[in-house]
């Protein structure tokens, strides 16, 4: 665009010229500084084959096969993720299906061994004919949360004295269901090996069977484990006698509750080892009603705030 300086070379060198058309103009001097004529050469450079449009055409190809090549790689990647995770899937899932069945043989093990020991609990509860032969008026509602019950009911009859017991061991299922047989087993020795027919006697002696039975000189597995209580005694000339732990008895007279209550201790647990309980008397008329029964009948959860 501009004239160089003058010079005596006969010859001019450029380097990196781009692509373009170009016009070399060149002119020269005498040693009197006459100008000679102009000359004008016009020259074209065309770029090299790395900027040219088929090259660009092949750039864009290539770009375009390798994002498609990417794209194929991350798919294969990802189906071979997929079949791993599917194969995970499908050790675990067999996992847990022989996991399953060793659960369910497991529990159906443990249902039948339950389901046995209702057989067996059921065997030491007085059979309702049993009961009928004492109290020809009567009716028994026993219906345990679980399969074997921490309740239980009992039945004696000695010297003309009609004994009945209804107790509520501590815990449900299981573990109350030995309870209940503890305290089934204590009663049958106190009332008719014993021969003792002393509601408050009993209780007494079935506090410190329970006790006796649960005691050990390890304070860390002492056991706070026992029942709530309420038994009752009827001669023939009418007169109850009854004990209590915890449990009330209710007597309905023409439609008037009459309430006895208990003792706020219970037999077990906490209760001191030479507790006396106490017995009341209460002369029965015809035709009242006696109600007996655990705390798993009136404790029902209900109500507005669900107490």
């Known amino acids: ?92 899932t067999k996992e847990i299906r022989e996991k399953n069945e060793q659960l369910l043989d497991a529990l159906t093990d443990i249902k039948d061994s339950i389901n046995y020991a209702k057989r067996l609990q059921e065997a030491i509860l007085p059979k309702q004919s049993e009961i009928d032969s004492v109290f020809p008026e009567n009716f028994v509602f026993f219906a345990p949360r679980d399969i074997v019950s921490g309740d239980f009911y009992w039945l004696s009859e ?35 090996d014993e021969t003792i027919n002393n509601p408050a006697l009993i209780l007494t002696l079935l506090n410190q069977g329970v006790q006796n039975a649960f005691r050990s000189t390890d304070v860390k597995t002492n056991s706070n484990d026992g029942m709530d ?17 915890n449990r009330p008895l209710f007597i309905v007279r023409k439609n008037e509750l009459i309430e006895l209550k208990p003792d706020k201790t219970a037999i077990g647990g906490r209760t001191s080892f030479e507790f006396k309980f106490e017995e009341q008397s209460f002369q029965l008329h015809k035709n009242d009603l006696i109600y007996m029964f655990s705390d798993g009948y009136t404790d029902q959860f209900g109500g507005k705030k669900g107490k």
């Open 158 to 192: 000695r010297k003309n004295n009609k004994l009945f017991v209804v107790a509520d061991c501590t815990g449900h299922g299981v573990p109350g269901a030995f309870v209940s047989m503890l305290g089934n087993d204590l009663l049958n020795h106190i009332v008719n």
């Open 1 to 92: 665009d501009d004239w160089s300086e003058w010079t005596t070379e006969s010859k001019k060198q450029y380097t990196n010229l781009l692509e373009g058309n170009y016009t070399f103009k060149v002119r020269s001097r005498n040693a009197v500084n006459d100008l000679g004529i102009e000359t004008v050469f016009r020259f074209k450079i065309i770029p090299p084959w790395y900027r040219g449009w088929l090259a660009y055409v092949v750039y864009v190809l290539a770009l375009a096969l390798f994002i498609w090549f990417i794209v194929k790689l991350s798919v294969y990647r990802l189906k071979l993720a997929n079949l791993k995770l599917e194969g995970i899937i499908k050790l675990r």
């Open 229 to 245: 209580i309420s038994i009752i005694s009827i001669n023939e000339k009418l007169i109850l006698k009854y004990s209590g732990a």
